[in-house]
Antibody, heavy 116, light 111 residues
Framework: EVQLVESGGGVVQPGGSLRLSCAAS????????MHWVRQAPGKGPMWVSR????????NYADSVKGRFTISRDNAKNTVYLQMNNLRAEDTAVYYC?????????WGQGTQVTVSS | QSTLTQPVSVSGSPGQSISISCTGT?????????VSWYQQRFPGEVPKLII????NRPSGVSNRFSGSKSGNTASLTISGLLAEDEGDYYC??????????FGSGTKVTVL
């Protein structure tokens, strides 16, 4: 059974940092691009970042570029999102996604709240 | 990156067909056949992929859902509308910046 389990969310003050993790199981992790998408309360989803199979190709949404870093450890079947200099507008549920296309699969998400 | 433009709401009676448009630019929808559609029936529910690569349905998705594209505008059509089709629908496209962009979302109401 395919599973993606996000963790690491929580409440953080503006300017703070969090590191999200997404543990994958049930499929060959190293064969897939992985993505992060977030959804703020009452808003539509927003694509955040993606990383290719071996971590050599990475892209970010403009609103997080320079503050967020995506990475992966294929030995641990885990993708990460390091989030620095967090802002109130980063408050959202963050989803880890496999492939984002034909083999699309989403985790259940982890809540990130940026508030003083 | 700007969001793709969708109508705020679309409604129809059971059994009818409705279409939702998704308008982008030559930097996204118009440049690639990498347009997908997601359904989110309830707030907080994980979005469900219903169309990928413009007009392909994942396994298990009803054939009442179909997609198309012309120029910078993609469309999702729901045929034989059912009460269970109510919810929010979002398009998404790959872009020339090698990023992805979502649409603004459309609320579908079954009258």
């Amino acid at each position: 059974e395919v599973q993606l389990v996000e963790s690491g969310g929580g409440v953080v003050q503006p300017g703070g940092s969090l590191r999200l993790s997404c543990a994958a199981s049930g499929f060959t992790f190293g064969n897939f691009w992985m993505h992060w998408v977030r959804q703020a309360p009452g808003k539509g989803p927003m694509w955040v970042s993606r990383i290719d199979n071996d971590g050599t190709n990475i892209n970010y949404a403009d609103s997080v570029k320079g503050r967020f870093t995506i990475s992966r450890d294929n030995a641990k079947n885990t993708v990460y999102l390091q989030m620095n200099n967090l802002r109130a507008e980063d408050t959202a549920v963050y989803y880890c996604i496999r492939d984002f296309r034909i083999y699309d699969f989403w985790g259940q998400g982890t809540q990130v709240t940026v508030s003083s | 990156q700007s969001t793709l433009t969708q109508p705020v709401s679309v409604s129809g009676s059971p059994g009818q067909s409705i279409s939702i448009s998704c308008t982008g630019t030559t930097n996204d929808v118009g440049n690639y056949d990498f347009v997908s559609w997601y359904q989110q029936r309830f707030p907080g529910e994980v979005p469900k992929l219903i169309i990928y690569d413009v007009d392909n349905r994942p396994s298990g998705v009803s054939n009442r859902f179909s997609g198309s594209k012309s120029g910078n505008t993609a469309s999702l059509t729901i045929s034989g509308l059912l009460a269970e089709d109510e919810g929010d629908y979002y398009c998404t496209s790959f872009t020339t910046s090698h990023t992805h962009v979502f649409g603004s979302g459309t609320k579908v109401t079954v009258l």
